[in-house]
């Protein structure tokens, strides 16, 4: 067997074992799987004749599954609600045209962001508007604030602004 065949049947065999149901993972060598819940492809690899997969010992202890699972999923909760508040945000421009939405957007966008370098400025699509929105501003009146500035900064934009209460981020 040469070499870019081993490497195929590796492949087959990593492919395989992920796609078989737990309780009857083995490999196509005939070795049972070691830690039935979460197989170890590196050995399945490693068992096929003529194939040796290499790899430093930081990625191997990254992969290891019972070292990641667990905090990556607690620190996906936490990052997900300690970050996320309610607010607001000024809306400078909201279309829907397919034409000229995203375009018109972005460089709305960019003149905020160019005027503005304090607040964050959003390009937002929701099907089928293109959005641009100011800050994020924990209270009505920091919003209002923000509005002042904006229509005092491009008098053009005032017809579009708006203060809009939403999801932020901080």
């Known amino acids: 067997m040469n070499v ?14 992920a796609a078989t149901p737990v309780a009857h993972a083995q ?16 050995g399945q690899i490693n068992d096929c004749p003529g194939v040796t997969l290499s790899q430093p010992d930081a990625l191997t202890q990254r ?12 620190d996906a909760k936490t990052t997900r609600t300690a970050s996320r508040y309610n607010g607001y945000r000024v809306e400078v421009f909201s279309d829907n045209n397919p034409r000229t939405a995203k375009a018109t957007a972005s460089i709305k966008k ?18 089928p508007f293109w959005r641009v929105r100011l800050g ?3 209270n009505k009146g920091e919003a209002e604030g923000a509005l002042q500035e904006i ?5 053009a934009y005032a017809k579009d602004l708006r203060i809009v209460k939403t999801t932020i981020s901080n």
């Open 110 to 127: 960019r003149n905020l962001q160019s005027r503005f370098p304090n607040y964050p400025v959003y390009l937002i699509f929701e099907s």
């Open 151 to 155: 229509r005092s900064a491009f008098p």
């Open 136 to 138: 994020d501003f924990k």
């Open 63 to 74: 992969l290891a599954w019972d070292s990641i699972a667990p905090k990556a999923q607690n």
């Open 4 to 17: 870019s065949r081993a490497i195929k049947t590796a492949i087959i065999a990593a492919a395989y074992i």
């Open 27 to 42: 490999n196509i060598t005939g070795a049972t799987i070691q830690n039935a819940d979460h197989p170890n492809i590196v």
